[in-house]
């Protein structure tokens, strides 16, 4: 795989498809180079025409001379496989092909699109695109697109599956006075893909903030690998585009009832490190602070203020994101009470009061960032007419500059505000109309810190599986089994066909016990009457058979076809306990999800339950558990006593190991897991599964 | 009561603390009033000046001449009961206090306050302020202010308790070219409150929606009913600063921990009609939306684009709103098809592609604004560089005029978009530079319809009620003497002080029964074994008897003073049946509260609640529990059988009703409340109340 260096810092690039006329796109690449100064040379390809903006025209890239080792090429689609041809004997191994007319139009365009890529694959070239708007390195600089304006240079890169999502950026960077190193439109994925991309924007040594417009991912796994590694190294913002399927449309389980597509892709995004931005807005201002301030070393941030409103708001959207504020020492209350006007508070929020000027900004400002209790600064402004808003935008620059820690302006209003905030951004200090966006980029840089703080473990594999057992089970299409071999803990079991051998397994397994029917046509048995708990004798048992037997065919009867009725599973019954859920789904693009929370039959309703990503380490089951409100009830609560809590992290790593082992299991789901007292173990009592090939679908019960 | 008029038209101003010193506020106000247009005489009160600004001065105001009915005071405090009791006499009946240094200042500034809210009484004078920065009417014009700047005249007002966030305000309101009918900063409120400012407001003639920055309220009820009539007027948008405590600090009930003054604010809010902001920005965006275009007359969005990426934010951002993307009409597709590019998208969203014009726009906007499946449009359009953005603003301004639905623009970007904007605005056509926040706004005005179709009923009173035995329960503490008297069931009870007792009650009741210690001093007896179910027999009540005492007894030893042990509840037991939690909590703002959910033990993990204002009438009621998980199992879910849900809703409304009538009641619980199947009724089990009075405060179980 040849490097990605001639897309950002090309020797020369021939632009196929170059046009004199200004309404085409082939003239604005051809205007983009020139206008944003790119040093190399530019060979405008056109048979028709013998200058180009100044440059001299070559009828084909074949006889555009030394050196080029890009094409950008614009050419209608049926011309562009002939155009790859021939910059391919050219020698050129990237080509940027802007055209549209390929895989998005139909079956057409897609035979095309492929045609393209095996062509391009002949020469070793990759290309980005078709259906794109290029790449801009600000650096360099070059710049390929059609669009009109340029981001002056900056740290944020832009890696962009929608070619719109560019020129907002452009129109938008060039407006807010924000710099920009990268921006890299990918349209089809073709051959070069995000994943790809977000590598090279990474190892980009302008770059200090990735974002990106994302609205699927080529590979799951891959994409991961790409977003840690990215991230481990720089900010990685993502602003997802298509909310995805809350829920997989085709269930056997309340996992993949639970974890659909949404709930994959935000397991993803939080194990690789991304963190998601929810609108355009907060990407960028997320982007901002991110790449202009150091990470906060913790939560706790003083506000510093001139008016007490927008401090309260500041106040409010803090504490929702999950920060505090900072309890400041005595020595600096002291400090600012001495210097500040008589009613000012020097509690925090510092309301300095309208009166007071950049000077005593400047003055409290700098004690607060001295104060070891203060992680992060936010400074409020309301607007006032006793001094310019610029002064107070240098002073903010100047103080900050001196200490190693987060300083987020809000100078708020519109009119009056100007002259401040190009101060703010040259000076790297990120601005917010509103303080509530400042509180929510603050947490964005918190959840950062704590992501690097995280061990960057990966899941170690169990060395006590029983694999040639879990094989047979599997082979098999026996879940339970698989699981048991995987060391999941199940009650003693034993399927019977009459109410005889129901008797003979109940007093083999010993009373009390439980009925449960058997039937790959039935998921939820308890629904319809397919199990009876807490039989205490042969009776019970002999009677719990046939009433179970019974409810079956009146199911059969009235859904339509008969229920295929295997037999009924006689159970030990468990004293006690709680309910959780443990399931895996495994998902077209990230392959098996595991899903913890509050099990029993109002899962759905309840949905307490958090989701990750196979396998699991330790540690990760643990924080996935601690997402819910079950592991609070597992730790005792209230007169439930605490329950064995390392079982059930045990029972999800296994699971996970499983799924993971095994790409054919489609869905597997323990629910309830029964979860006694600490030390007494965690029990699979009902296990649920169903296989990847739709066509051998089936739902077996232990 | 006299008129708020010369508040916002006075015939004429005396201005007292004037000044010719422009570093001063007293100069600033004489400045605002000629400086933007104020058409009556202008009186300049300082024993020290002979005339500011072009205006005679007096040396007091006594010796102002008629017409003069507004005085604005900006001397020291100190001087102003003096200044207040000068207008008094000269006949003046309203007065801004600008001046601070009163009830935000400590004790002396409290008796300041006092003082000046006496004086001003014995003139029935009205007072805004003190510590305010007065008031704007842009239609008069009047501005009392001394903030630089003025926003152009236009109808939308805003009230606010903090003077910066008016300043916000002005500066954001000129810089985006958003018109303001009213703008009042209300300070101290040591007079004039934020609900008679509404009202004031609400009666403006110029004003089509009032946007309010609140931390609280006055008299809770007094806010709810001004808001309420306000919002059946015109929309009221409101910011609240200050999240309030979620859960009250000293409670005896799980209602107590789960509805505290931000869940009161909260159901105030949304009982009245105020439609609630989250940040200044949506405050804005919402207020725009809603005074400029028409409600949506159903949730059915029509989406018109440029480019895919946007138009995927905006359909993200509109289905997490609660809205839907209009399925559009066979004929609107087919008229599209004709006029569109072939590759274009016909359904909704409507993709009219990146090389299409203002005119495409203009055809494809008419044809969704005709279709009838469409109850709103947005429009959206990426940077490009074809065609200017100030063209599409025109085309769609003139479009959305001829149909009487919203339309929304997102014309994004930031750098070439700023004549768009201009006109969009002076069209009233509300322009986001992100699609998200669009889909906030139509929320907002989808939110304001509903409320607006739902009944304006007030809660009928219930005529069953036992009055006379409800008091004497009262008198005697006996929560559940009232409930009963106020028809709430409870199943069979008698109170047993020893083991011989019990068995007594048992044998009375008929078995199966339950045994509940009564302890005033012990609220959740399940806790601490308090609680023994499902006796079948004599022998077992007896058991059940002494185990209980003892357990009580121990927890008195170990929490340290001996709990009172007041004997031992002999209950019916009810079979099967769901679990709910109905309570109320007097909150000091807005009064009794009520509070329904999933009861049971685990109510405050469970956190499925509700929280409404008491008294409810039978539909506020049904929403009230319809808002809960709790309602979807009353329905029948899954293997759980309907229950009475019926009963439910009596029950609400009657212990809404008891808590309603009884000021003294502070907490009052049921739960569980267990809902038998339809038509069999509901029974308080376990009920615990409190008194409002603390030194008072008592906790007792039926």
Redesign the interface.
């Known amino acids: 795989m040849n490097s990605f260096d001639p897309f950002f810092n090309p020797t020369g690039v021939a632009i196929i498809g170059a046009s004199g006329d200004p309404h085409k796109l082939g003239y ?1 690449v051809v205007r983009n180079l020139i206008d944003y100064h790119y040093r190399g040379p530019i060979y405008p390809i056109n048979p028709r025409a013998s200058e180009i903006l100044g440059w001299p025209c070559y009828p084909t890239v074949g006889q555009a001379p030394d050196p080029c080792d890009l094409a950008v090429i614009i050419v209608p689609a049926p011309a562009v496989l002939d155009v790859i041809n021939q910059c391919g004997r050219r020698g050129i191994r990237h080509a940027i092909v802007v055209s ?1 007319g390929f895989g ?2 139909g079956a057409e365009g897609q035979a095309r699109e492929k045609a393209l890529v095996a062509a391009a694959a002949e020469y070793k070239m990759r290309i980005i695109g078709p259906n794109c708007i290029g790449i801009i390195d600000t650096h360099t600089p070059v710049n390929t697109t ?4 340029m981001p002056q240079a900056g740290d944020i890169s832009f890696v ?6 560019c ?2 950026v ?3 960077a ?3 006075g924000v710099g920009f190193s990268r921006i890299a439109s990918l349209g089809n994925q073709a051959d070069v893909n995000e994943a790809e991309m977000l590598a090279a924007v990474a190892k980009d040594p302008q770059t200090r903030v990735i974002t990106a ?1 994302i ?1 699927g991912v080529t590979d799951g796994r891959a994409f991961m690998k790409a977003a840690e590694e990215a991230a481990r190294k720089k900010p990685l913002v993502v ?1 997802k ?3 995805g399927e809350s829920g997989a449309r085709a269930v056997a389980s309340h996992t993949g009832a639970l974890a659909g597509s949404a709930e994959a892709y935000e397991a993803a995004f939080h194990h690789s490190g991304v963190l998601r931005a ?4 907060s990407l960028f201002d997320w982007a901002r602070a991110l790449a202009w301030q150091p990470l906060p070393a913790g939560d706790r941030v003083a506000v510093l203020t ?5 401090a ?2 500041a106040v ?2 803090l ?2 994101a999950g920060l505090k504020l900072a309890p400041l020492t005595p020595d600096t209350c002291a400090y600012l009470r001495q210097r500040l006007p008589d ?1 000012a508070s020097v509690d925090n929020p510092v309301d300095i009061l ?1 009166g007071s000027g950049p000077g005593l900004y400047a003055v409290a400002l700098d004690a607060l960032l001295s104060d070891p209790t203060v992680d992060a600064a936010l400074v409020i402004q ?4 006793w001094f310019l808003p610029a002064s107070l935008a240098e002073v903010v620059a100047e103080v900050a500059a001196v200490h190693n820690k987060p300083v987020l302006a809000s100078i ?6 100007d002259q401040a905030l190009a101060i703010l951004h040259r000076q790297r200090i990120p601005n917010f ?2 303080p ?2 400042a509180a929510s980029a603050l947490a964005a840089m918190l959840a950062r810190r704590k992501w690097l703080e995280m061990p960057a473990e990966t899941a170690t594999t169990i060395d006590d599986i029983d694999q040639d057992a879990a094989q047979i089970a599997i082979n098999r299409g026996d879940f339970a089994g698989a699981l048991a071999a995987y060391g999941v803990s199940i009650p003693p079991t034993r399927l019977a066909t009459s109410p005889a051998e129901a008797e003979i397994a109940a007093k083999a397994i010993g009373f009390p016990v439980a009925l449960k029917l058997v039937s790959p046509d039935i998921s ?1 048995k ?4 397919g199990v009876i708990l807490n039989l205490e004798d042969v009776t019970a048992v002999r009677e719990a058979y046939s009433q179970i037997i019974k409810a079956a065919r009146s199911v059969a009867v009235v859904a339509g076809p008969p229920a295929e009725i295997k037999g009924v599973l006689v159970q030990k019954m468990l004293k006690g306990g709680q309910e959780i859920i443990v399931g895996s789904r495994r998902d077209p693009q990230f392959g098996p999800l595991v899903l913890v929370g509050t099990g029993g ?2 899962v759905e ?2 949905r307490d339950v958090a989701t990750g990503i196979a396998p699991l380490s330790l540690s990760q089951a643990q924080t996935l558990l601690d997402g819910t ?1 079950a592991a ?2 597992l730790r005792g ?4 006593p605490a329950a064995d809590r390392a079982a059930v992290i045990e029972v999800m790593r296994r699971l996970a190991q499983l799924a993971f082992d095994y790409p054919e299991i489609g869905e597997l789901e323990i629910n309830p897991l029964i979860v006694l007292e600490e030390g007494m173990g965690a029990y699979a009592v009902d296990i649920r599964g169903a296989w990847v090939d739709r066509d051998a679908e089936a739902t077996r019960d232990t």
Do not use: C
């Open positions: 604005g549209g998005e139009t059609f669009v009109v304006g962009s599956q929608s070619g719109a999502m020129a907002v452009i129109d938008w060039r407006g807010a417009y609205e602003l585009g298509g909310r929810e609108t355009m807005e001139n008016a007490g409103g927008p309260i708001l409010d959207a504490e929702s009613v309208a309301a607007p006032q007419d708020m209003g519109l009119a009056s505000v109309a509103f509530e966006r939820h308890s629904d319809v009457g039959v109002e309703l309840r409100d609070i009830r609560w209230r007169a439930t």
